[in-house]
């Protein structure tokens, strides 16, 4: 397999912004309209509906959900606090100076509100106080994950089965069934490869996806090349599933076993806490043979599921299951 630089498709997604509108709007259905109307119903005191709370709590300018401090004109217009510094401290409503006037009762009115999350829409069935909404957001199980493609920034985001079919239709990155791997990577002139990230391979073992990745940057002063894997799942899957990799020759063998870090984090993080398979370039050469002047690594591998025995005092063994 050679190990030629590889492009990140130039492709377009649905920005967050634009995913929270349509999250959003799947469960209201008040006109922007009404939300005006709503703004001026609240400073009067009059109860909103239920379907209207949440366009009351819609920002004009950017519509996202409006967090204290929630600000209002003289005319009871509202804005959050991220947009008043947007437009400069006039009403984008009326045109009128906001000065510092807050919507009190639109806050009070905010924490009594429970709403479901905004990854509703990809399966979250969760439902939050107003305040604890965000918090939870950050880390629902729910949310997309980023593309696992480390050959250059890539901005898509989605599901697991979605990124798998970009990986495969966009990078035309190469896929593999089975829980065994034995690769060949051959690079030509590897003393001019500073930085490079190389070939990602993804396997589909125990109905889950796993991506391999292999590369060369600098550690310290030593160049080195590194082989690591990472699950396409959460970190909680993630613990469920261990795996080694193995490279050597004339005689020498490194090995590596660890569990595999989550694609929550990111291809970077885990390079840079070399949680991997490191190789000196002066080792992979000499595994390489020959002149020493092209790379010619073999890396093979196994992923295995942990599987908890039940024992006396509840305690128990893991045992590595290739079924």
Same mark, same amino acid.
Request: hydrophobic share 35%; charged share 25%; net charge neutral.
């Given at each position: 397999m050679d190990l030629d630089s590889m492009d990140c498709a130039s492709t377009i997604d649905v920005t967050d912004d634009e995913e929270i509108h349509q999250d959003r709007h799947s469960y209201t259905s008040v006109s922007k309209h009404h939300s005006n109307n709503s703004n001026a119903n609240a400073a009067s005191g009059l109860l909103p509906t239920t379907t209207s709370v949440h366009e009351l709590l819609e920002c004009p300018v950017c519509t996202n959900s409006m967090y204290p401090p929630i600000h209002q004109c003289h005319n009871g217009h509202t804005l959050c606090s991220t947009c008043k510094n947007r437009v400069h401290n006039r009403c984008p409503t009326c045109r009128q100076e906001l000065g510092d006037i807050r919507c009190l009762a639109l806050e009070k009115v905010a924490e009594s509100l429970e709403l479901p999350c905004k990854y509703m829409s990809l399966g979250c069935p969760e439902i939050f106080p107003y305040y604890s909404k965000l918090k939870h957001e950050t880390v629902c199980n729910f949310r997309p994950y980023?593309?696992?493609?480390?050959?250059?920034?890539?901005?898509?985001?989605?599901?697991?089965?979605?990124?798998?079919?970009?990986?495969?239709?966009?990078?035309?990155?190469?896929?593999?069934?089975?829980?065994?791997?034995?690769?060949?990577?051959?690079?030509?002139?590897?003393?001019?490869?500073?930085?490079?990230?190389?070939?990602?391979?993804?396997?589909?073992?125990?109905?889950?996806?796993?991506?391999?990745? +292999?590369?060369? +940057?600098?550690?310290?002063?030593?160049?080195?090349?590194?082989? +690591?894997?990472?699950?396409? #799942?959460?970190?909680?899957?993630? $613990?469920?599933?261990?795996?080694?990799?193995?490279?050597? #020759?004339? #005689?020498? *063998?490194?090995?590596?076993?660890?569990?595999?870090?989550?694609? $929550?984090?990111?291809?970077?993080?885990?390079?840079?806490?070399?949680?991997?398979?490191?190789?000196?370039?002066?080792?992979?050469?000499?595994?390489?043979?020959?002149? $020493?002047?092209?790379? *010619?690594?073999?890396?093979?591998? $196994?992923?295995? *599921?942990?599987?908890?025995?039940?024992?006396?005092?509840?305690?128990?063994?893991?045992?590595?299951?290739?079924?």
């Open positions: 980023n593309c696992p493609y480390a050959g250059s920034e890539c901005s898509v985001m989605g599901d697991i089965p979605f990124l798998v079919a970009h990986l495969r239709d966009d990078h035309k990155v190469d896929m593999h069934s089975g829980c065994t791997f034995n690769h060949r990577y051959v690079k030509s002139n590897p003393r001019e490869v500073e930085n490079a990230t190389w070939m990602l391979t993804v396997f589909h073992c125990f109905g889950q996806y796993f991506c391999l990745h +292999f590369e060369a +940057f600098q550690l310290g002063m030593a160049p080195v090349y590194m082989a +690591f894997l990472r699950f396409m #799942g959460d970190e909680t899957e993630a $613990r469920n599933y261990n795996y080694s990799l193995e490279v050597g #020759g004339y #005689g020498r *063998k490194l090995i590596w076993e660890g569990t595999p870090r989550s694609v $929550r984090d990111s291809h970077r993080k885990v390079r840079d806490s070399h949680d991997g398979l490191i190789i000196q370039r002066n080792m992979a050469l000499f595994f390489s043979g020959g002149d $020493r002047k092209e790379l *010619k690594l073999r890396v093979t591998g $196994r992923i295995w *599921k942990e599987q908890q025995q039940s024992g006396e005092g509840g305690g128990g063994a893991c045992i590595p299951n290739l079924s």
